[in-house]
């Protein structure tokens, strides 16, 4: 279930991408065509007007040469003069903007030699206004200019057409880039909600589990409680009667039925241990922190001389200067015993034992380490080191309930800290936990 709805995400998203991707990649081409639409409607309105200019300028050389002619005014010649200059200039600059389409450029250079001739016969007129051919040159040139009038006419109603087509594009460019940017923000919007939605769901369902996670937990820790508590008393009672078995009536037992008695008592006592330990992990979990500064190397000591009761002849144990800490002193405590009885029972069968203890300090914790020479253990196993009642070696190499190193877990844990461990098989173990300088009773 758990792969199929992550499919579903990844599915969700890609498809998301996609279509942002995709509106994004339109959304450009877009704009590159409502810019080229842009720029190609200010070259047509430049086109047109300098064809509107230079129909306006050829008129004025008419007008001119024809005043002229008939008054002999030379005050008339001047827009004759002007039109023939300004003229030039704005063919040329039709020309150079028109370079690249022929259809138009053969057009203006039609306009250009209409112009030309223009000048010329217009010149004429002026030149012979004071005699008879004047007439049939004015003639002329009135023909020369409907020419002009018409090449003029033909090329700005082209230009004209293709610029309300270029208009229209650019309203539908701008349509569609406004269609482009409401879908992108309509998608994007739709996005995060339906984001913020699923966090939302996942936050409540969430919440949910671990709710009822922690009601099933404090429902197990209780019945664990409960049991491990009820329990001790029928247990007393085998243990009990079993010894009086051994001692008062040992004599009327066989070997075997003297075996059988020591049997009951040894898995009697292993019961008991393991039942202590269980309440112990969980007293730990219900317990509250009563946090303080705990003189660590000390409590070190204090924890050597009740364990190592037995000590053995040839286990050498250093303790380096171990700094405070603040913490829970029972629970410390508790850890502590845990550790260093591990770390002298997986030593023993050593011929020379040894067991280090130390500590160093980071920047935000302190970490204290536990190392010994003994059986040590494979690192492929070290995930199941701290889980209950998980062994990693046979009960008949090692006695133990599996219980001690959860339970050292569970109390870092409660601190606020990490343990780890490093090993190799007959090579010995560390065993490291950190605490950090500050503990608040109520984090965990």
Same mark, same amino acid.
């Given at each position: ?113 209409? #112009?030309?001739?223009?000048?010329? +016969? *217009? !010149?004429?007129? =002026? ?6 051919? @004047?007439?049939?040159? $004015? ?50 919007? #739709?996005?995060?909600?339906?984001? +913020? *939605? !699923?966090?939302? =769901? ?6 949910? @589990?671990?709710?009822? $996670? ?231």
């Amino acid at each position: 279930m758990k792969f199929y709805v992550e499919k579903k995400v990844i599915a969700g998203f890609i498809i998301t991408i996609s279509i942002l991707i995709s509106l994004g990649v339109y959304a450009h081409i877009n704009n590159r065509a409502l810019l080229s639409a842009s720029r190609e409607v200010s070259h047509l309105n430049d086109i047109l007007y300098h064809l509107e200019r230079t129909l306006a300028l050829a008129a004025d050389m008419e007008t001119g040469a024809r005043g002229f002619a008939l008054t002999q005014d030379p005050a008339l010649l001047a827009p004759y003069e002007r039109g023939a200059d300004e003229t030039n200039a704005h063919i040329a600059y039709l020309l150079a903007g028109n370079g690249r389409d022929n259809g138009t450029k053969r057009r203006i250079l039609r306009i250009q030699a209409l #112009l030309e001739q223009k000048r010329q +016969f *217009s !010149a004429s007129l =002026i030149e012979h206004s004071a005699t008879r051919a @004047a007439r049939s040159k $004015a003639v002329l040139d009135n023909m020369i200019m409907d020419s002009i009038r018409r090449a003029v006419t033909s090329l700005q109603y082209q230009k004209t057409q293709r610029l309300h087509q270029c208009k229209s594009e650019m309203s539908q460019r701008i349509w569609h880039g406004d269609v482009a940017f409401i879908s992108l923000l309509g998608t994007t919007v #739709l996005i995060l909600a339906v984001v +913020f *939605s !699923a966090v939302q =769901i996942q936050r409540a369902g969430r919440s949910r @589990a671990e709710e009822r $996670a922690a009601l099933l937990h404090g429902e197990l820790e209780a019945f664990t409680y409960s049991v491990s508590h009820d329990l001790r008393a029928p247990l007393r009672s085998i243990h009990g009667y079993s010894q009086i078995l051994q001692e008062e009536h040992g004599e009327k037992l066989d070997a075997g039925g003297r075996r059988i008695a020591d049997t009951i008592m040894k898995n009697a006592q292993k019961m008991g241990r393991l039942i202590d330990d269980l309440l112990d992990f969980s007293h730990v979990g219900r317990s509250t922190l009563h946090p303080g500064k705990v003189n660590m190397h000390d409590l070190v000591e204090d924890v050597l001389a009740e364990v190592n009761q037995k000590k053995s002849e040839t286990l050498q144990i250093h303790v380096d200067t171990l700094p405070p800490a603040m913490a829970d002193i029972s629970l410390i405590r508790l850890a502590w015993t845990n550790l260093i009885s591990n770390a002298i029972k997986y030593s023993s069968k050593k011929e020379f034992p040894q067991v280090w203890i130390s500590a160093f300090e980071t920047g935000t914790e302190i970490v204290y380490s536990i190392r010994d020479n003994g059986v040590g253990f494979d690192m492929q196993y070290v995930h199941k080191l701290f889980g209950v009642f998980q062994r990693l070696h046979r009960e008949d190499e090692f006695e133990g309930t599996g219980v001690g190193l959860a339970l050292v877990s569970r109390i870092v844990a409660r601190h606020g800290g990490r343990v780890w461990a490093e090993a190799a098989p007959d090579r010995g173990a560390t065993f490291y936990f950190s605490l950090p300088h500050t503990v608040n009773p109520n984090d965990r």
